[in-house]
């Protein structure tokens, strides 16, 4: 099939180049304007939709700030934030920029895990010591794809996570007033009692 394909792609090049040589340079200049013209506008078009897809489809969907100003309202001798879980949208550093907004720079932020290295696995454990030794209120956490994590490629699921939290009863369950956003896009924030 290739030698076919490859003969017809010859003589559509042939047949293409003998019409334009026919053709006088004043309609062959007109040609190429509108064919340079119709390349620019369909090259503009797919930029702007790229862009408009890009910009709308990697927003951040978490209303964070809400869950900020939540954490600073109820914060008490410069308690602590952990982070459970970070990723691109949701993490130390960008809970840090709304604290600094919000006014709350005199409260700490951390991430668990810390280090993926250290801690390649969930340990509730290891979450629980930290916390105390980070004199951490609050835990954030997020449901950002569902039920899934992306947890070092484990299987490891939220509900997973959230049932060793509740059993360890160092954790406050998930309340209405402590829910931002709206399933599967919301922020759950659970206070450390331990």
Not at 26 to 47: E, M, Q
Not at 65 to 83: C, F, G, K, L, R
Not at 125 to 149: M, Q
Request: glycine letters at 4%; aromatic letters at 14%; proline letters at 5%.
């Amino acid at each position: 099939m290739f030698p076919v394909l490859a003969i017809a792609a010859a003589v559509f090049i042939t047949f293409t180049y003998t019409e334009i040589r026919k053709l006088k340079r004043k309609n062959l200049t007109k040609i190429s304007a509108a064919i340079l013209i119709v390349l620019t506008c369909l090259s503009v078009f797919f930029s702007v939709n790229d862009t408009i897809y890009w910009t709308t489809a990697d927003k951040a969907p978490f209303e964070l700030e809400p869950a900020i100003a939540y954490a600073v309202a109820h914060d008490s001798s410069n308690q602590s934030i952990m982070v459970l879980i970070p990723n691109n949208y949701f993490s130390e550093s960008i809970i840090e920029f709304y604290l600094l907004k919000d006014g709350g720079s005199q409260i700490q932020v951390y991430n668990y895990p810390w280090s993926r290295i250290i801690v390649p696995t969930f340990n509730i454990t290891v979450l629980i010591s930290r916390c105390k030794e980070c004199n951490v209120k609050f835990l954030f956490t997020t449901e950002s794809s569902g039920n899934n994590l992306d947890y070092f490629n484990s299987t490891v699921t939220l509900m997973d996570i959230f049932d060793q939290l509740y059993s360890s009863n160092n954790f406050t369950h998930v309340t209405p007033g402590q829910t931002f956003g709206k399933p599967p896009l919301s922020i759950y924030i659970l206070n450390y009692t331990g």
